[in-house]
């Protein structure tokens, strides 16, 4: 009975944090070694046929053209955070999908409309303040958006989920 009750109190917890495994499909960790960026799910261009995915080596995603967004983040104080716009990044590997899904090497799931980052112009952000962000402090990957320019839309409970760090795989549903 204990037992149960204390998953019915995961369950719980789970749904509540926002924290999505739909649409997973054992694909939790699915963190790749000596891949810096896995992204699958509903693209059109592969690098890898068997997998099905699109995998960005670290030089290929520097080499992108780059935005920044000067913001604070509820872990961050304002900085400038410099990466390549996740529009153009699944634009480059072909998607169609209506919901794009994170994954961080600690295994945290969240998912984001893609009209989000159409309207408000989301990063993956490799760099802060001329720094190349490291694993220790939220890298290598950091999903942003302006939440300073946007309070009342990006300063929420619902939009804090969205700014995922240590990023190394997107799924596009």
């Given at each position: 009975m204990k037992l149960l009750r204390f998953?019915?109190?995961?369950?719980?917890?789970?749904s509540a944090s926002g924290v999505s495994l739909a649409g997973v499909k054992g694909k939790v960790g699915s963190c790749k070694p000596g891949v810096f960026l896995t992204v699958g799910g509903k693209i059109k261009n592969m690098t890898n046929a068997v997998d099905k995915t699109y995998e960005f080596t670290e030089q290929e995603l520097l080499a992108m053209q780059?935005?920044?967004?000067?913001t604070s983040t509820a872990w961050?104080?304002?900085?400038?955070?410099?990466g390549p716009k996740l529009d153009d990044l699944l634009k480059k590997v072909g998607a169609s999908g209506e919901t794009v899904q994170f994954v961080a090497l600690n295994d945290y799931i969240a998912d984001m409309p893609s009209s989000v980052s159409e309207k408000y112009?989301?990063?993956l952000a490799h760099t802060r303040n001329d720094k190349?962000?490291?694993?220790?402090?939220h890298g290598p990957l950091f999903v942003m958006l302006p939440r300073d320019k946007y309070p009342a839309e990006l300063n929420t409970p619902l939009a804090a989920r969205w700014y995922v760090w240590q990023v190394c795989r997107i799924d596009v549903q």
């Open positions: 998953v019915a109190a995961v369950v719980v917890l789970v780059t935005s920044t967004i000067e961050t104080a304002k900085s400038a955070f410099v112009g989301a990063i190349r962000l490291l694993v220790r402090d």
